[in-house]
């Protein structure tokens, strides 16, 4: 098999057994706005908030060498 299909599927397994583990619903607070949402839900958001952060940052730096 494919290398990178294994590591993306041990990756995929990971991904379950943490939301499963992590399924408890969670209240969040900030100024006036509150949200009910499971722990492993927010968790995932936040990541792929800074993931998206991550990557304009990247691109804004290599834009600016050219």
């Known amino acids: 098999m494919n290398f990178k299909l294994?590591?993306?599927?041990?990756?995929?397994?990971?991904?379950?057994?943490?939301?499963?583990?992590?399924?408890?619903v969670v209240k969040i607070q900030f100024l006036f706005w509150s949200v009910?949402?499971?722990?492993s839900l927010l968790i995932l958001v936040f990541v792929g908030i800074g993931?998206?952060?991550?990557?304009?940052?990247?691109?804004?730096?290599s834009f600016k060498r050219k």
């Not at 009910?36 to 722990?39: A, E, T, V």
């Open 6 to 24: 294994i590591l993306n599927l041990v990756i995929a397994c990971f991904v379950l057994i943490f939301a499963f583990q992590n399924a408890v």
């Open 36 to 39: 009910s949402m499971s722990r």
């Open 51 to 61: 993931v998206v952060i991550g990557w304009l940052l990247n691109s804004y730096v």
